[in-house]
């Protein structure tokens, strides 16, 4: 095993360094020859690869090398390190979870000069296999290729389709991920790093909620809030911390945050908590 990830590491190194022509290939040999058609196959198929294998080997810092500062995944504008986030917590969620690249579809150069790469990726997580379409956007980042948009049109059809919620007296359900999250508190005058350090727990939800406030809760300060994955959990803490980085199933009330110790827009009173093996 030590040998497969050193590797797997190698060849993601040499697939790095292989990236650093800013000029993205073309082809343009006035004589009709398909050798640079060839070299555009090569060059992205190459880089494609490792960053699949990058993903199955689950290193942090390899699998951000990939990525460009900021980059548009699956409709969010995230950084690099939220991009990784994201990915360790689905991660968590599935530790079954692999990928290889079964079809390179098209690979298209846009008007800004980045390229749309189009694929199929044979995907197992969380007990089952299935094929996705799936696409990259590469774009040069100081000479070197990195992906600045990434989709899969499963996923996006999902994301477009939220899952509607209420605010209390209504119970809602949620299942997710428990994380544990921290943040600083700040005496006036004081810096805010040197001041005590504020643990809260946080729900990330397998969907996105749209969570609807009614015409009264909406005078009352409660705004419906849109495309809503982080929730602040409050209740019986030792409960919740017993289910820490677990898949849970989640019972309780969403609340409108309300004071500077809510650090979500939307908070639950958790009554239920119970893990989704």
Known sequence: ??????????????????????????????????????????????????????????????????????????????????VVHRQQEYFGMNPDYQQKITEYIDEIQQPDGTWLIKITKHVTAGGKTADYPASLVYGSVNGIWKIIAESDDITDLNKAKNLQASYEPETSTIEGLVEENFTYGSNPGGDPKSDSKIK?????????????????QAKAGSTTEKNVERIQLVGNEEQIRNLLNHKVRISGKLFHSNSNQHYTSVLMNVELIEEVL
């Not at 809260?200 to 969570?211: E, N």
């Open 1 to 82: 095993m030590l040998l497969k990830n050193f590797l797997v590491g190698v060849t993601i190194a040499c697939a790095l360094i292989s990236c650093g022509d800013p000029v993205a290939p073309a082809n343009t040999d006035s004589t009709g020859s398909d050798s640079a058609s060839v070299r555009v196959v090569s060059i992205w198929k190459e880089l494609t690869e490792s960053w699949s294998a990058s993903l199955n080997l689950r290193n942090a810092s390899i699998m951000k090398s990939f990525y460009g500062d900021s980059v548009l995944y699956y409709g969010d504008h995230l950084t690099s390190d939220e």
């Open 200 to 216: 809260y727990y946080v729900l990330w939800s397998k969907y996105s909620l749209d969570v609807v406030a009614t015409e009264e």
